[in-house]
């Protein structure tokens, strides 16, 4: 499953090395996401339902992804290092994967 996941994260990290998309252009379902939590720690993960999604807003938020963790406790998150390619700003984003971290496909 590990592999799976850090496969998945290679492949999504090509979208995510895309520019930011204009606030417009966000798609609803990105926006709703964006709404869930601020990423900023695991209390306020963004809620998602697959590693796409973690992409998806990571462009959107216009960071360039690094080093992906999984964290276990009592839910399943990833920790995503972002680097902010406007200000060579650095921070972790945290996403909530227990929708679908461990599941059957």
Do not use: C, N
């Not at 709404?35 to 963004?46: E, H, L, N, P, V």
């Not at 697959?50 to 963790?69: C, F, W």
């Not at 996403?95 to 496909?105: L, M, P, Q, T």
């Amino acid at each position: 499953m590990r592999e799976i996941l850090i496969v998945l994260a290679m492949i999504g990290s090509v979208a995510a090395a895309q520019p930011a998309q204009q606030s417009g252009d966000v798609p609803k379902h990105v926006t709703k996401i964006l709404a869930s939590g601020d990423g900023a720690s695991k209390q306020t993960a963004y809620k998602v339902s697959s590693v796409h999604e973690e992409y998806e807003v990571l462009a959107a938020l216009g960071v360039e992804p690094g080093t992906q963790s999984l964290v276990v406790d009592e839910k399943a998150y990833d920790a995503i290092d972002v680097t902010d390619p406007r200000t060579g700003g650095k921070r972790t984003i945290w996403f909530d994967i227990s929708s679908f971290f461990g599941k059957e496909w």
